[in-house]
Every structure is written in structure tokens, then in C-alpha cells.
């Protein structure tokens, strides 16, 4: 998830939130390590083992992170060696204000990781201690992840995280390391902040006692007493209140009320002042500062002369009550003849911290017997009271299948059962859970006996021969966020996972809860940019609890003088905003009320289309087949985020198969959203089509299911082209490209269709230079798929190819099989791949040839000539997240290779470039369109179909047949002889437009 989350308000009155619980990052991935490749242990040091903090690694060399060597991804080679040793010494000045600690490993096969000597986490490893020659228990993949939540171990000063990691064997080829560590800090909640009213005495004496009560205590009627705003007092011309110049000393008093005081572990007290003070909360004195020994009175004068608007701070226990507080503070001066006074104040409460009472790789009792634990009398398999003793019991990630097991289990058993009891000493003190699942292929959860999630399930009841409703990606993750349902004592918690059919060959499973002491909002999904137009942006996102939606934004980043608010709660936040200029950047954050959810940064901000028809360069990334969720589609994305460095994407072309296996919503969280391509989508719109696997979850007809959840496409029209009336398909214009997006997968197909109609109106009637159509089963293909024997890619060549070459289409966009194949310059190929002819299905005389300025030459498309008009190139690309078989033979591609990777479209006035980038950052094809206009064009007889786009004159005196639709740009004059005829039916437009050269 992206843990950027507020704090709600549980404590009422004048308390507000102090800071937003965040994570520190401790240390980065790619930072600087300590690293030993000797091939032996490091040797101890009188008695320091080597993962000491006092241990001497001066000899030690040092490199960046990733270190380790074979796969050829490294910023750091080591070594050749069986265990490599890695060293980070790192300062914490405050260990005090972080509550626990979050650590993120990258290793291959096996690592222990210890923090200041105390091992902290270990995977794939026996049990300690660990030799040289201690080799992993299991293979790992490439570059694996582990994760966990610890306790926080830190320490004042410095601290030191030390790692080994070990290969499965001796002829291991590979060891990668990397490692992150985040502190997650305490909340901190405002009980009195900075500025607020106080009642105020300053009289001149002491205040009366009333009675039994003193001026500082809870009873004390202060009624009668001035009021106003801190920072208060006299003398230094700063006072929002400025009292009398005569008192010695002067009395304040605030009240709050707590809610739930229990909440609490500290607090902390900031104190602004001159000379001296006495603090008391409810009557007790918890503080004094340059103060003589007690007691006080009106004539005590303080021990010292302070600084002025001098500044303390104390850490103290909680002492709050529930209910009504107070707390009162006296100031001294001092001297008699003192010249100024002053008095400001704040009490933060420090936030007792969620508690993970379940982390991932913790040890559960499982039951894999190939059948459903029998009932023990009234006491089902899930309740707290069944007796679990007779199973067994291991440490998580368990499951079988995928060689990444902690403890593997039987692989008969369709379903298996899992157990885990914590206890809990006052569960009152927790709002809501968060559990986190990773599992393979569906799973149920309860909790105390009580059922809690389903992920990937038909409706209940379930039995030990139940499905899953569909296939999950490995070690597929979901999160939930739910109630609190904990009991004091023992809880327990019970997981059974499904697989999806008897021929599954893979099972996973591990889990992690977490206890919430305060009802948090998290972003759990973007923000994400849709629907982008000249004069609007769509922003979406998902938060963990329904919240208004409220977004504040501007040109300036210093200066969001724009605010978007819906009162409506909701989780699925969707936000249009209207009225914006075009090509321009907006800097956005996201609140909650006035409270920031997600903070303006330079890298958070959309940028608007240009309008229609100017020649503004585009730059888009495409992204087909890449819904893996795992490092082959991470590696693709580190490529382009590398090529591309700190220049603006403008769109995100997804070609479909956006997440395996079967496009739900969880699936889609890991393979789009999560530790994937969510810094990209926070400032780069992102348009798609429906792939097969998107669309076993989706339904175009309805246009529901999570594809139709996730995506907002313009079905009116609203970011230019012609209204389609769905989101199946649909276009939309980027300055002067026109964009075409069909659903190939499950929308009518035929010649004469609604889609085929539709995109019929919609080409004919675009005036932009450029048309990009794309979806997701490609026209030639010998890859994966194969286009000469499955019908729909047959269909889409025979149906949609001959109406979108004779309206002038440019390029053409698909994926499904997973490789890379580029085409020749093409004009009218319909048919199988063995009735491709180089010399009449390719134009130009460059068409047969790569497309390149330094090969055999550029792809050049003319505006004139028996060719007007005609000549495109065909993409497949379907490799963005896997790669798999074909013959790569098809004789109408120039190019075909079965290998990771993204194309990059780039687009400036009448050239269009675009590159297949690797994952290993380079590019292995490439080519360029280039569009000629002539200086003066002269048209008889009957003109074709087509944009005629001359730099300074058009003459004609033709004839547009019916039915035609013909376009004239002209950078000067568009001269219309008598002769020239529009027969009814067809369409004719002028337009005075340079060709832009």
C-alpha cells in the first residue's frame, strides 16, 4: 500500500491532529554499504562478532546497493562467493519518536538480517547460528523481497544494520542484496496548540482562592478571568494579547477534553516564555521551568533572566483524565522592574502505536491432510476454542509449489487450513485491523470464529472441495481493513486457502495484522490520472475508510489557489476537474476537510492536453501484456523510468492483459498500483483497452467488473472524436494525434457493427495529422498467438484494417501474444501471413526496408500521388510483463524477437518516432515517420478520401464522390474552381493550417 494516511479526530473540542503518521526512511534502497567477499566469515574482534555495532569494518570495502553479481543489475559487483557480509552504520537522534520499524531486503537465495547485533529477520535459512557454508534451504527468485514489521530496536546515536546472504549451493550463479529500513513514527495528536485562547489574569496579585480550590485547579470558576489568543504578554511588540505591564507574574488557564486518555503513552509540553513558569495539569504541578523551589507566590521571582520568547520542552507521563482538563501555568518575572513578559504553549499527546500481533513469516499451526478438519464436538476447524495441538506447525511463507517456501506443506491438498492465537491485554484501545494476506488462489479469513474477508471466493459456506472463482498471480496480496473485533485475552486467527481447480500446482500462503489504535485513513490506491482534455483532468484514487473528496490545486506549487470538494463519503474518490488551460501543469494535493492527505510535492501535478490540432510534442509509454506483478514487469518499468529520467510522460498506453490471471481488483493492485507504476500515474494520464484477461472479470455490454471500475474513458466524446456512448471503446485527441481505442476481446467485431460504425463517423470526421488506433489481439502475429487461425485477430485484420487504411491511419497498436514484432509500411495485407508481398502490400520505396535514418531510410507518407495518404506500421507488443513461444516468422514483420520490453511513441509536428526499449535499457528496434507536405497541391478527377495538407496552396477542381470525406489544409489559399463538385453524401472541409515544417 501507499501508507500516506491522517489521523482521525478522536478527541474532541480544540484538538486537531500534530502530524501525520508517516514512515522515515532510515535507509534507502541503493545506499552506500560496508561489504566483506573474502569467501571465509569475518573474523571476530576481541570477542565483537562482525554484526556488532562496535565491530571495525574501516577495511571493509564499500559500494552502492544493488551489490552481489550474475544477473547483471548491479550498481556494486563482489565476489564470487558462497556468504557475502554487508555493513550500514546510520544516526537516529530521537529513537523515542518512532513506534516500530519496517524493513524491505532484496536477496538471492537466502539472508539474516540483524540490527545492532540482535538478529531481526531471517528467510530461507535453517536454524542459526550461520557458517560460511551455511547454504540456503531453498532457491529463491531472482532479486526476492522479504518483509516485516519489527519492534523498534533503535538506539540513540548510532545504530548499525548488518546483513548475510547466502547461495542455495556451490554452484549458485547469482547473490543480489539490497535493503531498505522505514521507521514508522508515533502519532502525535495537538491537546493544546500553538495560538489558542486562554482565560488570562493579570491583576496584579495572586488569584483568591474560591473556597477549597486554588486558581490552577479543574473546579476553579475562571469565568470572570480576560480572554485572548497566545502569543501573550508585554514588551516585545509580537503579542497577539498584550496584557498588563504591571504584574509580576501572570496566570493562565485552557481547558480540553479527552476522550479516551488510555490512547496515550506521553506527553509532551512545548513552552514559550519570560522569565519563568510553573506548569500544572488539573491542579498537580508537572513542570517548572527557571524556577526556585516551591511554593509560588504573586512575589517569586525567577531564578535567572531568560532569553526572550525563550523555548523548553519536557517529555512527561501521561496524566490525563477523561473528560474535562486543565491546564493552568503561571509566569514569573525577574525583577520588579522587568520590561517584558511573554507566554505561549503546546501539549501534544504522543499516540499509543498500532501493534502488529501477527508479521508476515510468523509460525501457524496448518492442517493439509487432503480433507476439512473434522469438528471438535460444537467447536468448528475456525473457533477459538478448538484444540489445534495435533497439527502441525511452521514458520510462513507457507504452501508448496514455488520453491520460495518457509515450510512446505502436502501438495494434495486442494485446500488447506491455517491457525495462529495472539493475546491481547485491553483490546478497547484499538479502533480498526488491518490484515494483509498473501495468498494462491482464493482465500477465507476469520477471526475469534468469526468470518471477516473472502478474497477471491464464490459465496459461502465453504467446504474443503470449494474453488476459487479464479486463477490469483503467485503469492498474490490483498489488504482489508476492518473493525475491531479483538477480545481481551487470547484471539485467534483462522485462514483456510483455496486453489482454483484440482490441476493447481501451487499453493502460498502468509498473513499479517495489525491493530490500529486511532481509525486511520490510508490511501490504498493512486492518485491516478483519466479523461485528460484541454480544459480537464480526472483524478482518482482509494482510501482505506469512505471519506470526502477533496482536492486542492494550482499552477503554482507554493500557491493551490484552486479548491475541488464533494461532502459525499466514499472510498472510490473520482474527481473531474473543468475549466483548466490547455497544455498546462497543475500541482495537487489531496485533503481531507483541512487536513492533508497527501502533501504538493514537484513530482504530484497533471499537465492538460493542448488543443486539438496544434503540434505540441507527445510522449507516450506502451505498456502491452504487463500485468505479472513481479520483476520481469519491474524490470520493463526501471528501464523507461531510466530512459525517460525527470522528463514528463504524457500518457500511458495499456494494451490490455493489464493483470494476471484474471483482471480483479486485487489482481490489479499489485500488477498497476502497488510498488509499480504509481509514480508514474500520479502525473501521467493513463488510457487503456480490455484484454482477455482483463475482460474474464469484466462485462463490456454492462461495462462493469474491476477494469471498468478502475478506468474512467470519455464516452461522450469529452476528450475529443466522436461520442461512442461506452467506455469498450472510445477516442480522444493529444494536440494533433487522434487516438482510436477498440475492444477486440468481447465487442461485436463485424463490418456494419455499433463499434465498427461508430469508429467509421469517428476517423472520417478527425482533422488531426496524426491517427494511432489500438487494441488488444493483433492483426499479424506469430508469437504467442497466431493471426492466421484465431478468429478475433482474424476479424480485426479483416474488418478494421481496410476502414482504417483508407482513412489514413498511422500507426497500430496491439499486444496478446508476448513478443515483439514490428511491421513493414503497410497498405492493404488482409489476408494470411504466407499472401504477404513486399512489393504490393508496403509503400513507398522505403517500405519494405527498417524505417531507420541510418539503416535503409525513414517511412515517409505523402499528402499527394496515387499513395496519398497511405502507409502504416503494425506493433505487437506484448512483452511488458512476460515473454513466451512462437515461430516469430510472420513475413509481413520487419522485425520480431521474443524479449522484455515497452515501446516509447514520440511525436513532434510531421515525425513520429518510436522505440522498442529492453529491460536492460536498450533499444533494439527503432523507427520514423516522416509526413510530407508539398508547397502547393493541384487535385482533379475524383479525389479519395484523405487530408490533403499543402504548405501554401490547394487548387481543384474535382470531385468528391459520395460518401467521401475529403479534408484541405492549406497554409495560404484553398482555390475552388467552378468545376469543383461535392456529390451528396460527402463531406468537404477547409481549413487554413500550416503544415507546421
Not at 504509481?678 to 483497452?689: G, I
Amino acid at each position: 500500500m501507499i501508507f500516506t494516511r491522517i489521523i482521525a479526530l478522536l478527541i474532541c473540542f480544540n484538538i486537531t491532529t500534530h502530524a501525520l503518521h508517516g514512515q522515515v526512511t532510515l535507509i534507502d534502497n541503493g545506499a552506500t554499504w560496508k561489504y566483506y567477499d573474502a569467501g571465509n566469515q569475518p573474523a571476530n574482534q576481541s570477542g565483537t562478532a562482525w554484526s556488532d555495532l562496535a565491530y571495525d569494518d574501516a577495511i571493509w570495502p564499500s559500494g552502492n546497493a544493488e551489490l552481489g553479481y550474475g544477473d547483471g543489475d548491479e550498481a556494486t559487483v563482489i565476489a564470487s562467493v558462497y556468504t557475502a557480509y554487508f555493513r550500514h552504520t546510520f544516526n537516529v537522534a530521537d529513537p523515542s519518536l518512532y513506534a516500530s520499524l519496517d524493513l524491505f531486503v532484496t536477496y538471492d537465495d537466502a539472508v539474516a538480517v540483524y540490527l545492532n547485533g540482535v538478529e531481526i529477520y531471517s528467510i530461507n535459512l535453517p536454524a542459526p547460528p550461520y557458517a560460511y557454508n551455511t547454504f540456503a534451504t531453498a532457491t529463491s527468485s531472482d532479486n526476492a523481497l522479504g518483509t516485516i514489521s519489527l519492534e523498534n530496536l533503535l538506539v540513540s546515536g548510532d545504530n548499525v544494520i548488518t546483513a548475510e546472504v547466502h547461495q542455495r549451493s556451490t554452484t549458485s550463479s547469482d547473490l543480489s542484496f539490497n535493503l531498505k529500513l522505514e521507521a514508522v513514527e508515533i502519532p502525535l495528536v495537538d491537546l493544546i496548540d500553538y495560538g489558542v485562547l486562554w482565560k488570562y489574569y493579570d491583576a496584579g496579585d495572586q488569584p483568591a482562592d474560591q473556597g477549597s480550590n486554588d486558581w490552577n485547579d479543574p473546579a476553579f470558576d475562571d469565568s470572570s478571568w480576560s480572554a485572548g489568543s497566545a502569543h501573550m504578554g508585554y514588551g516585545d511588540g509580537d503579542e497577539s494579547t498584550v496584557i498588563s505591564n504591571s504584574a509580576y507574574t501572570f496566570y493562565v488557564r485552557h481547558d480540553f477534553n479527552v476522550d479516551n486518555p488510555s490512547l496515550y503513552s506521553g506527553l509532551d509540553l512545548n513552552l514559550t516564555y519570560d522569565d519563568g513558569a510553573v506548569v500544572y495539569l488539573n491542579g498537580e504541578e508537572i513542570w517548572s521551568v527557571n524556577m526556585p523551589p516551591p511554593p509560588y507566590t504573586y512575589n517569586t521571582f525567577s531564578v535567572t533572566q531568560s532569553a526572550e520568547n525563550a523555548f523548553a520542552t519536557t517529555l512527561l507521563a501521561n496524566t490525563l483524565i477523561a473528560g474535562n482538563n486543565v491546564l493552568a501555568v503561571e509566569i514569573h518575572q525577574r525583577s520588579a522592574n522587568s520590561s517584558d513578559l511573554s507566554f505561549n504553549f503546546n501539549l501534544v499527546a504522543r499516540q499509543i502505536p498500532s501493534v502488529s500481533y501477527i508479521n508476515y513469516g510468523s509460525n501457524w499451526a496448518y492442517y493439509d491432510a487432503g480433507n476439512q478438519p473434522a469438528d471438535q464436538g460444537s467447536e468448528d476447524w475456525n473457533d477459538p476454542a478448538y484444540d489445534d495441538s495435533a497439527w502441525s506447525a511452521g514458520p510462513a511463507h507457507l504452501g508448496y509449489g514455488d520453491g520460495d517456501e518457509a515450510t512446505v506443506i502436502s501438495n494434495v491438498a486442494e485446500t488447506a487450513y491455517f491457525r495462529s492465537s495472539f493475546s491481547v491485554s485491553d483490546a478497547s484501545v484499538y479502533t480498526n485491523i488491518d490484515l494483509d494476506l498473501i495468498y494462491d488462489d482464493g482465500a477465507v479469513v476469520y477471526l475469534n470464529g468469526q468470518e471477516v474477508w473472502a478474497v477471491n471466493m464464490p459465496a459461502g459456506p465453504y467446504t474443503y472441495d470449494t474453488f476459487s472463482v479464479g486463477v490469483s498471480s503467485d503469492n498474490s496480496n490483498a489488504r482489508k481493513n476492518i473493525e475491531n473485533l479483538l477480545v481481551n485475552g487470547e484471539n485467534v486467527i483462522a485462514v483456510e486457502v483455496h486453489q482454483v481447480s484440482l490441476t493447481s500446482t501451487d499453493m502460498s500462503f502468509d498473513f499479517k495484522l495489525t491493530a490500529n489504535t486511532v481509525t486511520t485513513i490510508e490511501i490504498d490506491r493512486g492518485p491516478y490520472l483519466q479523461k485528460a482534455s484541454p480544459s480537464s483532468m480526472t483524478v482518482k484514487w482509494r482510501t482505506s475508510t469512505a471519506t470526502e473528496s477533496t482536492i486542492v490545486y494550482g499552477t503554482d506549487i507554493n500557491n493551490l489557489d484552486q479548491t475541488f470538494s464533494d461532502a459525499a463519503a466514499t472510498t472510490e474518490h473520482e474527481v473531474s476537474l473543468t475549466g483548466l488551460e490547455p497544455a498546462t501543469v497543475y500541482y495537487y494535493e489531496l485533503r481531507i476537510g483541512t487536513e492533508v492527505l497527501l502533501a504538493a510535492e514537484p513530482n504530484l501535478y497533471f499537465k492538460t492536453s493542448p488543443e486539438a490540432g496544434t503540434q505540441e510534442p507527445i510522449t507516450a509509454w506502451i505498456l502491452g501484456d504487463c500485468g505479472t506483478a513481479n520483476s520481469n514487469q519491474r524490470a520493463v518499468r526501471n528501464a523507461y523510468y531510466n530512459y525517460i529520467g525527470a522528463d514528463h510522460t504524457d500518457m500511458i498506453l495499456f494494451l490490455g492483459d493489464n493483470a494476471y490471471n484474471s483482471g480483479t481488483d486485487q489482481e490489479y493492485q499489485y500488477a498497476v498500483f502497488e510498488n509499480m507504476y504509481e509514480d508514474k500515474l500520479k502525473n501521467t494520464v493513463a488510457w487503456s483497452c480490455l484484454g482477455n484477461h482483463d475482460g474474464y472479470t469484466a462485462d463490456s455490454d454492462s461495462q462493469t467488473g474491476p477494469y471498468y471500475d478502475i478506468f474512467s474513458f470519455p464516452r461522450n466524446g469529452e476528450c475529443g472524436g466522436v461520442a461512442s456512448g461506452t467506455e469498450a471503446y472510445y477516442s480522444y485527441d493529444y494536440g494533433n494525434v487522434h487516438f482510436i481505442v477498440l475492444d477486440s476481446y468481447e465487442t461485436d467485431r463485424s463490418v456494419g457493427g455499433a463499434m465498427y460504425n461508430w469508429c467509421q463517423n469517428d476517423i472520417q470526421n478527425t482533422l488531426a495529422d496524426w491517427i494511432v488506433a489500438y487494441w488488444h489481439h493483433p492483426p499479424y502475429t506469430k508469437g504467442s498467438h497466431d493471426s492466421d487461425t484465431e478468429s478475433q485477430l482474424i476479424q480485426m485484420r479483416q474488418n478494421f484494417l481496410p476502414l482504417l487504411e483508407d482513412n489514413g491511419v498511422d500507426l497500430v497498436l496491439s499486444g496478446h501474444s508476448h513478443s515483439y514484432e514490428r511491421s513493414y509500411f503497410l497498405n492493404g495485407h488482409y489476408g494470411n501471413a504466407n499472401t504477404f508481398n513486399a512489393g504490393t502490400h508496403t509503400i513507398g520505396a522505403t517500405g519494405s526496408g527498417d524505417g531507420k535514418a541510418d539503416g535503409n531510410g525513414i517511412y515517409t507518407k505523402s499528402n499527394v500521388g496515387t499513395d496519398a495518404g497511405k502507409g502504416a506500421v503494425y506493433i505487437t507488443t506484448g512483452s511488458a510483463g512476460k515473454i513466451s513461444g512462437g515461430s516469430l516468422n510472420h513475413n509481413a514483420m520487419f522485425y520480431s524477437v521474443s524479449a522484455l520490453g515497452s515501446c516509447i511513441m514520440e511525436v513532434n509536428r510531421d515525425t513520429m518516432h518510436l522505440k522498442f526499449l529492453r529491460e536492460t535499457g536498450a533499444v533494439d528496434d527503432y523507427f520514423t515517420i516522416v509526413k510530407t507536405c508539398l508547397e502547393n497541391i493541384v487535385l482533379y478527377n475524383d479525389i479519395p478520401t484523405n487530408t490533403y495538407h499543402a504548405g501554401n496552396k490547394i487548387i481543384s477542381d474535382g470531385l468528391v464522390p459520395s460518401a467521401g470525406n475529403v479534408i484541405f489544409k492549406a497554409g495560404n489559399e484553398v482555390d475552388i474552381n467552378a468545376e469543383f463538385e461535392v456529390e451528396q453524401g460527402a463531406v468537404l472541409e477547409v481549413l487554413i493550417e500550416d503544415c507546421g515544417n
